[in-house]
């Protein structure tokens, strides 16, 4: 047991995949003798050679697209997308490839890989470089899409979605990468299609996922002193998403908020909301709320503060949960 | 293979004043032709063709060998039964049998030639409009139509007969190439890969971005471009400014050549080059070869609103069946037996594909939740168990 950081548990995955596999190929833009910009592949190409982990030209579509045909061919590609944003030139790739060509070919063609994406913000990253971009995977069937809250989330889930069958977006919030916790690696936590209470409480679930477990288990811890005892579900895997703890969690509390970073609209948090609202709804003592980004483009560093979800924010519609059983004043017609 | 600049041109100075101008100031001698391909990145000016329109062979040429004579004469054989198929498959569409048909009358020479030129054990990656070219590499033709049928997506098994899906979204399929093809270097194996793409698609960003990865990872892929004069209906100028679309090869350190499509001996001539370089390790090798596509884009289509009967015309008289048989009949290789021997081989294969398409195809609602992933996710079980009840009620109404 020591002090690790989620940058470093995600190398070791990446470095233990590669010792255990001799057919996972690691690549990207960066990759080789730098390590990637944020070092997740640091020493790899190293000691792995130049053949399993290497630089490739600066083409998102063409690194998709080529891990796509290594994949045909019987090999485990995993790729980094340097950024979020700098992902959108693959999507057609991913879209309707990467995610269809199981399903084209009624199953006999299956192309397993990992995307990695370092996305969202919270860095004073410049823009196109702190996007939420995990709705448009998730809304993407076949593809599975998840997204490690703790460091040895981040070494487990990557292991396992270069063992998985299907293609894994493998959302990595930059903001938690140098994180740290006491992780014992290899760490093995729970699968794919499990979300996990972080915290135990009785009075309202909060759901969170990625870059906004943090900021909810602190809010969490801050809502003791307005006397609110809260619980903690991190949802892990976006795809396959863990219905029943996230509704068994909700029909305990009887009441629920969703904290994403990632813009509200059509995105992920008003999904899983919808989804609690329809399997919960005799539970509930007040509506489903949603803390989000705001529905901008993702602002400039100075200004970024005041759209990432924060425990203030979070605290604030804890308490529009309809404590005193009267109507939420800001939905009553005037 | 080497890529200084004087291994880049190969050209007449009368037709690259350019090029000879850079030859002058280097005070270097203009270079002979050089007699491998592999060995310079430009192509020649012209495209190379072996026998005339009307099948009169032009002299042998040291840098493109001819074809044995078993080869044409199989290459014959393939390009009838894969008219017939073709002409099939849009009859077919007319009785209601196929949602659509992009036909690829006219370019036989290119989908059969690429097939002729690649191992079995090689990957082809087709487009949507390479039907003959998967029938001509012996898929079972009813499931080379299956996605146009509409009772599913792709049809065959790729792993088994070693060919991608027909890729639709243009060349994103000059990608996957580059890395299944590297792949199997990269496990030891000496596959090719072929990619079959047109003239429009070489506009797409998968395009250059397949080509240079193939490039960089010297990875053995042949990119075959059938330059058949239209994207459905905007013509070659709208897509590019290069003197041809062989040209773009350069670019990317990768030699190229153009072929007179229509002229089926210089295509199986220029590909079995191609794939040899490829194969042999010095990468990828970029082939245009100038065809027309004598239909409409699809039997949807109506070609007239953007070119005329007389274009249409020029090449009809280029046919690539009738050139190929007039140059066998007068080397004596194909006589009146073999070829009505052969109009009888495509007419049963059509009349065997026509009685199979005949038949309604079963379709199974219940399949629609088994290859979205490995193991359908709770949520997919749900639906199943939704559509499942749906399809129930429907069948107890109908029980009524």
């Not at chain 1, 939420?132 to 460091?151: C, D, F, I, M």
């Not at chain 1, 005892?229 to 892990?236: A, N, S």
């Not at chain 1, 068994?248 to 904290?259: E, F, K, P, Q």
């Not at chain 2, 390479?130 to 299956?146: K, Y």
Request: charged share 25%.
């Amino acid at each position: 047991m020591g002090a690790t950081t989620m940058a470093k548990a995600l190398n070791a995955a990446l470095a233990d995949a590669l010792a255990d596999d001799d057919r996972v190929l690691v690549f990207g833009e960066d990759v080789g003798r730098l390590g990637g910009v944020f070092r997740i592949t640091d020493g790899l190409q190293a000691r792995f050679g130049d053949k399993r982990c290497f630089d490739t030209p600066l083409a998102e579509a063409g690194i998709v697209g080529f891990a796509v045909g290594l994949a045909m061919s019987g090999l485990r590609p995993v790729v980094e997308m340097q950024f979020d944003a700098f992902a959108y030139p693959a999507f057609e790739q991913i879209a309707s490839h990467v995610a269809k060509l199981r399903n084209r070919t009624r199953g006999a063609l299956s192309v397993p890989m990992v995307i990695r994406v370092p996305y969202a913000g919270g860095i004073g990253g410049v823009e196109h470089h702190c996007d939420s971009s995990e709705a448009y995977y998730a809304h993407t069937p076949g593809l599975k899409v998840v997204t490690p809250a703790t460091v040895a989330d981040a070494y487990s889930l990557l292991r396992e979605a270069i063992a998985d069958p299907d293609p894994v977006v493998f959302m990595e919030p930059k903001k938690l990468y140098f994180s740290s916790a006491e992780a014992d690696l290899p760490a093995r936590t729970e699968p794919f299609g499990r979300a996990v209470v972080r915290r135990p409480g009785r009075d309202a679930t909060l759901v969170a996922y990625g870059p906004a477990v943090p900021v909810a288990l602190e809010a969490a811890e801050a809502a003791r002193d307005e006397g609110w005892d809260l619980e903690v579900v991190d949802v892990r895997t976006i795809v396959p998403f863990d219905d029943a703890t996230v509704a068994a969690s909700v029909r305990r509390t009887g009441r629920c908020v969703v904290i994403s970073e990632a813009q509200g609209f059509a995105g992920v948090g008003a999904e899983i909301a919808a989804r609690v609202q329809e399997r919960c709804f005799h539970a509930l003592h007040a509506p489903v709320l949603r803390v989000s980004g705001l529905d901008i483009p993702y602002p400039a560093p100075m200004l970024e503060h005041t759209h990432l979800p924060g425990v203030d924010r979070v605290l604030d519609t804890v308490a529009r949960l309809q404590w005193d059983d009267q109507p939420d004043p800001r939905w009553v017609a005037a | 293979m080497t890529t200084t600049p004087q291994a880049v041109r190969r050209a007449s100075p009368r037709t690259r004043p350019a090029a000879k101008k850079a030859a002058k100031a280097a005070k270097a001698p203009a270079p002979e032709p050089a007699t491998d391909p592999s060995a310079v990145l430009l192509p020649q000016a012209e495209p190379v063709r072996l026998i005339e329109a009307d099948g009169t062979p032009l002299p042998a040429r040291a840098d493109y060998p001819e074809p044995p004579v078993e080869a044409l004469r199989e290459l014959y054989r393939r390009m009838v039964v894969g008219r017939r198929f073709d002409t099939q498959a849009t009859a077919l569409t007319k009785q209601g049998r196929l949602a659509v048909y992009p036909s690829s009358r006219g370019q036989e020479a290119c989908q059969v030639g690429g097939v002729l030129a690649v191992r079995d054990t090689d990957w082809v990656f087709p487009t949507y409009r390479e039907s003959m070219a998967l029938v001509s590499r012996g898929i079972d033709p009813v499931e080379v139509l299956t996605l146009l049928r509409g009772d599913w997506h792709c049809g065959y098994d790729p792993t088994a007969v070693h060919t991608a899906p027909q890729c639709t979204p243009l060349a994103t399929q000059c990608v996957h190439a580059a890395g299944l093809a590297y792949g199997e270097t990269h496990q030891g194996r000496d596959t090719v890969a072929l990619v079959y793409i047109g003239d429009g698609a070489t506009s797409e960003g998968d395009f250059h971005e397949g080509v240079n990865f193939a490039a960089v990872f010297k990875a053995p892929v042949v990119y075959f471009v059938q330059n058949n004069k239209y994207a459905i209906s905007v013509p070659l100028s709208r897509q590019t400014a290069a003197p041809s679309l062989a040209y773009k090869g350069v670019g990317y350190g990768v030699p190229s050549e153009q072929v007179d499509g229509n002229d089926p001996v210089a295509v199986l001539a220029v590909l079995t080059r191609a794939v040899a370089h490829a194969r042999a390790g010095h990468g990828p090798f970029l082939v245009e070869a100038h065809t027309y596509r004598m239909e409409p884009h699809t039997n949807a289509d109506d070609a007239t609103r953007y070119r005329d009967g007389a274009e249409v015309d020029t090449w009809r008289d280029r046919d690539p069946i009738a050139r190929l048989e007039a140059y066998l009949r007068a080397r004596g290789a194909l006589d009146d037996a073999a070829v009505a021997a052969v109009a009888e081989e495509a007419e049963a294969y059509a009349a065997d594909l026509r009685q199979r398409m005949n038949a309604q195809p079963e379709v199974h609602p219940l399949s629609l939740f088994d290859h979205v992933y490995a193991e359908p996710t709770p949520q997919l079980v749900e639906q199943r168990e939704m559509v499942r009840a749906e399809l129930a009620a429907a069948a107890e109404e109908d029980g009524h």
